[in-house]
């Protein structure tokens, strides 16, 4: 589904009104070797922000109780969606039953030597692998990416090229930052996967959405 943007109509609407970033914005042409990404965290928060799904703005979803902060840029890609299709490729890889999607877009970890300092941005990025994340029973696919054209991370190709302490880093994160004392761990990481994997997330994820909004994309194209 595309963002029209090449509609002038489309193109006068967007210098009023702000796009939704989930339903407003294209994941990219080139999708799913480059990627556009809608970052909603940044490093230096300290604070968990996540897009509001129906308004399109950023909330503030929980302070961090801890001292553990993404080690990313992290965000989510427009125009995807986590359900049937997601799942399906979840329970084939992990040969696990009742696994569902999370109903969420589908995440992603921009990797980058620069400083951002703030959220609520987009940024072009290349998925290099991922990690297959079960939140429960729900998939929840964290897709690992470098900023396109970025001095450091651009040179890496595939998720096995990164040093080790980067992966580790990303996964304690992801293993920890729903962690409550007293409370059983809910999250788990069963594979981490290559570029390859990561390219058929995105696209199931891009049909689920499909799926999921039939409709919208007529609407759209009308607007």
């Not at 109780?65 to 997601?86: E, H, I, M, R, W």
């Not at 970890?109 to 079960?134: N, Q, W, Y």
Request: charged share 30%; glycine share 6%.
């Amino acid at each position: 589904m595309g963002n029209k943007i090449n509609d002038p109509i489309a193109r006068l609407m967007g210098l009023r009104y702000k796009s939704h970033p989930w339903h407003g914005l294209d994941i990219g042409p080139d999708f799913p070797a480059v990627v556009t990404a809608f970052i909603e965290m940044v490093p230096t928060d300290t604070v968990k922000y996540e897009l509001d799904k129906v308004s399109g703005y950023i909330k503030i979803d929980r302070p961090q109780k801890y001292s553990n902060v993404v080690p990313a840029l992290y965000g989510f890609l427009p125009q995807t969606y986590c359900g049937d299709l997601v799942a399906d490729y979840c329970m084939e890889q992990t040969q696990r039953a009742d696994i569902h999607g999370d109903g969420d877009p589908l995440d992603i970890c921009v990797l980058t030597e620069k400083t951002i300092s703030h959220g609520d941005i987009i940024a072009e990025a290349r998925p290099i692998g991922g990690f297959r994340m079960l939140d429960k029973n729900e998939a929840d696919d964290k897709i690992i990416a470098v900023l396109k054209h970025d001095a450091t991370y651009s040179v890496y190709n595939d998720i096995s090229e990164l040093p080790h302490v980067v992966i580790d880093r990303l996964k304690h994160y992801f293993l920890t930052y729903k962690d409550l004392p007293g409370e059983e761990r809910r999250t788990e990481i069963t594979h981490v996967y290559n570029k390859e994997e990561a390219y058929e997330v995105i696209r199931r994820s891009a049909e689920d959405y499909k799926n999921h909004f039939q409709g919208l994309e007529d609407i759209l194209s009308r607007v």
